[in-house]
């Protein structure tokens, strides 16, 4: 990491090809939200969790706000509540707290009744109370619940937070610190 008096360099990403797609070299600083556009589809997933194997061994204070998965027989018979969910989480009791703030979200709500948006935005607050450098992505998101998330990202960044946001879309390129654009040079 590489420090002056303006900010912390948290990751330098040179120009890399993999799987068929350019992503262009970056640096991302504290309080910087980088988004990296990738085009929807088959590949997407696969990209965003190659990118997300060489951020965090670059720097490990970067972790992926992980998607919540209730699809085991265990989870059918003994329900995840809100409340188990956020049982282990990190030291950061302002994110976990901020997570009840929504009026809809209740202790003893189970997480397999919560919609896309929903799940996200917890899984995210969660991810929150451990580190303050957070990857992610929008799959499973609708539209309004991809701009709540957002401004949570911008609230994040005004506390040195940064982000790297993987999407499909282009609607917060005007707003974002970078916008980074894929290349597909596939067939």
Known sequence: MFTNNKFTM????PEQIIDDFIIPAFTINEGEIIIIEILGGAKFRDL???LNSIFTNQNSSFKYVEHIQTDSLLSFIFPLTVEKYLKNSGS???????IYELNWMKPKIKVN??????????????TLTFTKNIIIDLVGVDPIGGVEIYQ???SNKNKNGATILFDSCNEFENDCSKFIRTKYIGE
């Open 10 to 13: 948290l990751l330098n990403f």
């Open 48 to 50: 965003t969790l190659k």
């Open 92 to 98: 950061n009791i302002f994110y976990r707290n901020k």
């Open 113 to 126: 009744t919560l919609a896309g948006s929903p799940r996200r935005i917890l899984s995210l607050y969660k």
């Open 152 to 154: 949570i990202l911008k």
